[in-house]
């Protein structure tokens, strides 16, 4: 038997006060404001009780007595937390089409020459996702280039003036008060503006593709937001990469382009109208995360395989070969926009925003040795990066807690951002590690007190922009860092990372990781190259190159994908092998202690992300166990005044409700006839699809699917329509509009049964049904994405209203 660990059956859907007229008990919350957005529980079933006592001996009174005696002890400020929670304002996304008449209709009229037509139409689309991604992304690189450059130039200057004639805290007040001001602005615009373009993106993306509607994620806006967030967190100095935000902001740019419109602008261009519902906005957004994983590291391959394994939730054949087209025009636009830029217009060199150069396959080959070594570097990366997020899992729940407020979230980005710039300029000052200037590669040499000719090492990992730090420590000759320099930058550079990542900034998780990872490569490196006596094996630049794999996986958890954008960022195949190697035993040693930093957020953010498959204990449980219940059924022929007090009912949250066979003159219900969602009823009531009680035989106002297309994605609330008196006694006929084949599972239906089912063909309903047809229930994402295996065996989350 399962051992469920904690079993409260809750649903948002009915909120009734319990038996004894008290309300039901109420869960903490995430992000709300007062004990009046939880929810109520729902009342179990007798055969509920009868199950868990068979399946658990946790008293049920006891947990919840437990809850309530812990909620008042927590400070005034805080917000309650609880890990174990998931969100009611998360939606789900309709990604099955609802096969009514009118779909049937249309599809039946488009011929063979029609079908090609929409088909062309989706790869012009793809091109221009492409397109549009690469030229953000060289938009991105260029200011960024420029505005680094010019900061970096005038706090050079002012070190060197400072230098001769004493008086460096003057140069780094300058530092940091740069890094604070550029920070200020960006973490401004994200706080206050549009909060949800914080972070990479990259679980939001993977939330959204998963079936979850996050608000705001795919708006223009988001882009604009993300795209200057991102240069000004770059410019300021924060341990941050510009190439985790290209994946979102490919993604909101193949939103917009596959829709032909922008709700924002409010602009509707007539084009590409097929496209508008989720199945195929969900399509062209995985080709919009692909694009930006291709614009970000030159890797088409690498951007497809991201977007199979990290991000999309569904996948077909025809899917990969337009999400490769797009990637690759992404990668060709970008190349030949920054060639042209650099002046060398024929020479296609920079294949995306980082490039890692090539590395000597003769000079840098491995031997059958080293592989122990690397599977050593692997269990290293994967120690550490369980280590990052588990700090930053810590610091996270602190933010949550305390940091809530948007002036704090400005104000924390603004501390970390001066702190960043003083931990660089003390370590740099301190640093006696001088090398000579000529042949190196730095782009702003700091001299600070080494001789002439000569400039300190620690300003080529601090004193550059990341990316370029990154290569440096990739390709510099050997001894051209001393071990204590990579030592401590590694161990700062840590922690200032962890610290940055969940700011209220615009920022991606990649470039710091690779960053940190190739320090304490670089550093492994040495360390053999001193062991071994200076073999011409142990080359620093390799062991940086496994170093950086080894970190970014363990803090990801990526593989598949990780292994070929490393290997084309490369541009090398000959370390395929080793990278696969180190990336395995990274994720494997960190899977051991603490799940990957994208998944981690995910589950702190409450959302309701359904897995690949079921929890593996969950067998004994059922459909009749899992569903929400009761549920509001719609006849087939309704009045309009019940439709209309059902939509505004705001003690439920239903959005889709099951037709039912019955006689408008009697309360007898029969069995199940079909299933309408909320949003087809608003566009009914909107366009007055009904007619009066007294004349039934009269066809109603006749509908097309455009009229449904033009009302997405916002449609109107019910509060905006207006339905006078006479027209509530009307009468709506639901058959032409519902869903009329809608999917049922019996109620003793396994809980994997139901999962897998749910999960596969993307539902956002599923109807539960007795044996004489008739709704005895409806599984919905919240209902599935409850169930989770813990450290105690099979439990279940609370939900709350946040």
Known sequence: MANVAKKVSWSGRDRDDDEDGRAGETTPLLNGTGPGAAGSARQLTPSSFLRIGQLSNVDLNEDIHELETELPRQRPNEIPHNEKLLSLKYESLDYDNSENQLFLEEERRINHAAFRTVEIKRWVICAMIGILTGLVACFIDIVVENLAGLKYRVVKDNIDKFTAKGGLSFSLLLWATLNASVVMVGSVIVAFIEPVAAGSGIPQIKCYLNGVKIPHVVRLKTLVIKVCGVILSVVGGLAVGKEGPMIHSGSVIAAGISQGRSTSLKRDFKIFEYFRRDTEKRDFVSAGAAAGVSAAFGAPVGGVLFSLEEGASFWNQFLTWRIFFASMISTFTLNSVLSVY????????????????????????????EIPIFIFMGVVGGILGALFNALNYWLTMFRIRYIHRPCLQVVEAMLVAA???TVGFVMIYCSRDCQPIQGSSVAYPLQLFCADGEYNSMATAFFNTPEKSVVNLFH?????????????????????????????????????SLLIGAAWGRLFGISLSYLTKGSIWADPGKYALMGAAAQLGGIVRMTLSLTVIMMEATGNVTYGFPIMLVLMTAKIVGDYFVEGLYDMHIQLQSVPFLHWEAPVTSHSLTAREVMSTPVTCLRRIERVGTVVDILSDTSSNHNGFPVVESNPNTTQVAGLRGLILRSQLIVLLKHKVFVERANLNLVQRRLKLKDFRDAYPRFPPIQSIHVS??????????????????????????????????RALGLRHLVVVDNRNEVVGMVTRKDLARYRLGKEGLEELSLAQT
């Not at 161990?491 to 990649?510: D, E, R």
């Not at 008196?725 to 032409?736: A, H, T, V, Y």
């Open 419 to 421: 702190v960043t710039a």
């Open 476 to 512: 510099d000759p050997p001894g051209s860092y001393n071990p204590m320099t990579l030592g401590m930058f590694t161990l700062m550079y840590f922690f200032l990372a962890c610290w940055t990542y969940g700011l209220t900034v615009s920022a991606g998780v990649f470039i710091p």
């Open 342 to 369: 650099h002046g060398n217009a024929w020479d296609l060199s920079s294949p995306g925003l980082i490039n890692f150069g090539r590395f000597d396959s003769e000079k840098m080959g491995y031997t059958i040795q």
């Open 725 to 758: 008196q006479d027209e509530r006694d009307c009468m709506i006929d639901l058959s032409e509009f519902m869903n009329p084949s809608p999917y049922t599972v019996p109620q003793e239906a396994s809980l994997p049964r139901v999962f897998k089912l749910f």
